[in-house]
C-alpha cells in the first residue's frame, strides 16, 4: 500500500497530464466478503471503472491472475440419538455417521477436474465439533467445508453430488440424518487472457522487471469477483511470495514495493494517455 500511494501522490502532482481518472481504493471488510466494503461502493456509491488491478495477491508480480476458482462454503450437521455410552445400541452416534460421510466426500467426483489455466478443484475439512463426553452417544456432529471448483462447474452440481451421498448414507442407515446448509457462494469468474489490461501488464513488467507474467487462473478469492461482475475487466497483479501469505511476521521486499509502483505508473500512463 505505501508504494500505492507515492504512486497516487506521483500521479495527482502529473494529473493535467491524464486524460482520465485514476482510483486506489483500500477498502475494509475483504476478509468477510466485502459487504462492507468493495461491494458497498460499487452497489450503493456507484464506484465504476474500466480497468482495474487487485494488487491482494502475492506471486512476485510473475503471474497475472485472469480468473478465480469457485467457493462453496458448507455448513453440514450430523443428528442422532444420545444414549450412554456403555450402551452405544441404544443411540445413533452422530459422529460416526459423519465420519462416514466424510470419507465418501473425500473422492467427491466434480464435474470439472481439469482446466487450462487452473489446477484441481479442491475440497478441505475445516472444522469438525460433536459430542459431550466420553461416556455419552453424541446427537449432533457438524463441520465447515470449503470447496473450490472450476469454471465450467455449477453450486447445484456439486449440492446434487453430496446429497446424493447423504441420501445413501440415510437409506442404508435409516436412524441417520443431515442437514446441509450454504454459508457462502462466490461462482468462478475470469476474464479474457488477451484482454488489454494483460497486455500492458505484460509490456510494462518486462520494461522493468526483464520478464513478461504468465496469465493463470487463482484458487483463492479476491474482490476481482465482485468486480468482474459489474463489467469491469478486472485481475490480479502484485508483489510479494505466496508462500507468505497470512504467516506471522508476513513480510514484503522493499524492491519488490518500488518496482510494483514503477510499474503500475507506467500502466497509469499508458491507458490514460
Known amino acids: 500500500m505505501a508504494s500505492m500511494l507515492v504512486l497516487a501522490k506521483f500521479l495527482k502532482d502529473n494529473e493535467s497530464k491524464l486524460n482520465g481518472s485514476f482510483l486506489l481504493i483500500g ?12 461491494k458497498y461502493l460499487l452497489d450503493e ?18 503471474i497475472i491472475d485472469v480468473g478465480e476458482k469457485g467457493a462453496l462454503f458448507l455448513n453440514i450437521t450430523s443428528y442422532g440419538k444420545q444414549a450412554h455410552g456403555s450402551t452405544p445400541e441404544k443411540g445413533t452416534n452422530a459422529i460416526w455417521n459423519m465420519v462416514e460421510l466424510l470419507n465418501q466426500l473425500k473422492n467427491i467426483k466434480f464435474h470439472r477436474l481439469s482446466h487450462e489455466l487452473f489446477s484441481h478443484p479442491t475440497l478441505n475439512l475445516g472444522t469438525i465439533s460433536g459430542g459431550a463426553a466420553h461416556n455419552v452417544v453424541p446427537a449432533k456432529c457438524e463441520v ?5 471448483y472450476l469454471p465450467g462447474e455449477t453450486e447445484k452440481e456439486i449440492l446434487g453430488n453430496i446429497n446424493e451421498i447423504i441420501t445413501s448414507i440415510e437409506k442404508n442407515n435409516p436412524t441417520s440424518k443431515f442437514d446441509i446448509t450454504v454459508d457462502a457462494h462466490l461462482p468462478p469468474t475470469q476474464v479474457p487472457e488477451d484482454n488489454p489490461l494483460v497486455k500492458i501488464i505484460s509490456i510494462h513488467s518486462e520494461s522493468v522487471l526483464g520478464t513478461k507474467p504468465i496469465p493463470r487462473g487463482f484458487s483463492g478469492v479476491t474482490v476481482t469477483k465482485q468486480l468482474i461482475e459489474k463489467g469491469i475487466i478486472a485481475v490480479g497483479f502484485g508483489p510479494g511470495d505466496e508462500d507468505q501469505s497470512h504467516i506471522a511476521n508476513e513480510s514484503i521486499e522493499i524492491q519488490e514495493l518500488i518496482n510494483f509502483g514503477k510499474i503500475m505508473g507506467l500502466i497509469t500512463f499508458d491507458i490514460l494517455k
Open 27 to 38: 477498502a475494509a471488510d475483504e476478509e468477510k466478503g466485502s459487504d462492507l466494503g468493495l
Open 45 to 62: 456509491c456507484g464506484v465504476s471503472a474500466d480497468f482495474a488491478i487487485v494488487p491482494d495477491v502475492a506471486h512476485n508480480m510473475k
Open 144 to 148: 465447515k467445508l470449503d470447496i473450490r
